[in-house]
């Protein structure tokens, strides 16, 4: 495939959402005065096959990387990236966007004029106000809480983001990319800043994400910083043993004293060596999945070969 010469670069993973997409071409056409090149990783559509006639509708340059089967946004994502990093130019600018709409084309320009610092790398759009359910947005307040808590990061953000090609090149061969996009952006280790940016609704059709799905798509995120999560929940383990550890003691003491009624010390140091052993188990069981799921080789491009189907190229005809 030969170099991309366009100053932009837009990256969108689609599954089952032709309309949508379709109609945020047109729009990002509209928005960018320079000349664009959008990538769309079709995530193994089946219903709704993605073909190069998009891009020759919205009038836009285009790649087409069509996968075999459906392995998720987020690996979609990183499988575009991985295509991606060997073709830009040094001065391209990248913008990863969802195809469904909720990421505002309107918001692009700003976040690539934040990205011409040359104290950035990576600008992403921090989440202000959305369309959603009253229910979403409580769970979403306690997945930000829970996490910031369990990984001592902070994420308020999604795949909505302006990269350099430095930064393409360093997140398209990390392994915790294809696990979660943006908590692979703050475990690269990246300068990054951030733009508040209010979610729309989506253009058609609905959400293939449900509750279990997002919920999942949240536990990734914890994956990416296993060992963070396994130090906290360690030392959390470690002082509920400790403690229990001293209320056997005390209860012991109680006993040897004369205070305990009959069968409240047995119950009492059930109860607390049961609390102990469930501690102990659950360090261990997070060590272990922490042991399996930790990676420390990087993915190499063109890793990912064996899930594309073929790649097909759209370029608008320069009038003389």
Known sequence: ????????????????????????????????????HVVVVDDG??????????????????TLVTLKRNVGHQKALSIGLNTLASRLTDNAHV????SDGEDPPEAIPELVELLESDDVDIVVAARGERVETTRFKIFYWLYKRLFHLLSGKTIDFGNFMALKPRAVARIAVMPETSTHVAAGVLASKLRITSQP?????????????????????????????????????????LSTGVLATLGVVIALVLKSMGHATPGWF???????FLVVTQTTMLALLLLMITGLTRREEI??????????????????????
Do not use: W
């Not at 170099?3 to 509209?30: G, N, Q």
């Not at 559509?45 to 285009?62: C, H, I, N, R």
């Open 1 to 36: 495939m030969h170099p991309l010469s366009h100053p932009l670069v837009i990256l969108l993973p689609v599954y089952e959402d032709l309309p949508a997409v379709s109609t945020l071409l047109a729009m990002i056409k509209r928005q960018c005065n320079e000349r664009v």
């Open 45 to 62: 559509s089946v219903s709704q096959p993605v073909t190069t006639a998009l891009f020759q509708e919205a009038e836009v340059d285009g």
């Open 95 to 98: 913008v990863i966007m969802d």
């Open 197 to 237: 940016v209010d979610r729309t609704a989506r253009i058609s059709g609905h959400s293939k994400m449900n509750f279990v799905g997002l919920t999942l798509h949240g536990f990734r995120a914890l994956m990416v910083f296993a060992d963070a999560v396994l130090v906290r929940v360690g030392i959390a383990s």
């Open 266 to 272: 047995s119950v009492v140091s059930g109860i607390l």
């Open 299 to 320: 993915a190499p491009l063109g890793s990912y070969d064996a899930y594309i189907e073929k790649v097909s190229e759209h370029r608008c005809q320069v009038e003389p």
